[in-house]
């Protein structure tokens, strides 16, 4: 019984937690959030982030503007935390304090003008590139942990539980900073992890 949970697990009953399904059945699943990831950390498109580096930082465009895109996604991020019924509390906890203290730390910023502070708001903070992937992979890797739980095929399930054993706790430590190329370098094992136990995860059901 519980192997046929598995197919629902995955098309999004477990997994509704990704983000908020504008329609009944319309939950997004782990592969949406993995793709989602993708484009935050630059994988599908330039993210903002990048396009608004440190050459920008002299652009007309002012350190308002400049936060205010980065408090409108972070509420979507909030958004994503609270609904996600498959993260760990820890991961919750720890999601939820990262995204409320980087509104708190930008809207510090809003009213500063000149390079510094624009600086600030790309390197100190890592929107879109950084607290984007953390969101919405520690959102798909606890729901494949979830999903995992429920396999009566322990050795399968054992072989996700080990793919994704401490990916979250180091995606969490991934620090921002001024080399976006490194960022992204961190985490890509992570993204790797959950894409392989998203592939473990289809191949049992």
Partial sequence: MRRILVPLLLSGVLLAGGACAAQPGAAQAIDTLLVSADQQMGALEEPADVADDLRAAGSKRSVAERVDRRLKALERFDATIEK????QPAHKEALGKLVDEQKSGLTALRDKTGKDAARSVVVDFRVFILTGPKVRLATAIDAELAAAAEL??????????????????????????PDAAAIKKQIEPIRTAAKEARTTLKALR
């Fill in 152 to 177: 009566d095929d322990r050795e399968g399930a054992a072989k996700v539980e080990k793919i994704l054993n401490g990916q979250v706790d180091a995606l969490l430590a991934i620090k921002p900073g």
């Fill in 84 to 87: 996600a019924k498959n993260l």
